[in-house]
C-alpha cells in the first residue's frame, strides 16, 4: 500500500475518537464509571495518575494509531 493510499484510507475513516465515543456509548454507557472504579493497590503517596487515566491512556493510544507511548 502506498503512501497515498494509506492517506486516503485515513481521510475516508473519519475521526477515531468520535467513532469509538459513539460506539463506546451505544455498547458500554458505564466505561469509565468503571475505570474509575478499579483498586488501585499502589500506595497513595507514590500515585501521580489515577487508575481511570491509566487504563484510559493506552486505549486512546490504540485507537489513534500512535505505535508508542513514547509518541503521546
Known amino acids: 500500500m502506498t503512501r497515498a493510499e494509506r492517506r486516503q484510507l485515513k481521510k ?12 463506546q456509548k451505544h455498547f ?16 497513595s503517596s507514590y500515585i501521580d495518575y489515577s487508575s481511570d487515566v491509566m487504563l484510559t491512556m493506552p486505549l486512546m493510544k490504540n485507537i489513534c494509531d500512535i505505535r508508542s507511548m513514547q509518541e503521546m
Do not use: C, I, Q, T
Request: net charge negative.
Open 12 to 23: 475516508s475513516e473519519g475521526n477515531p475518537l468520535v467513532e469509538f465515543l459513539k460506539v
Open 28 to 43: 458500554y454507557k458505564d466505561l469509565w464509571s468503571d475505570f474509575a472504579g478499579v483498586h488501585d493497590p499502589r500506595h
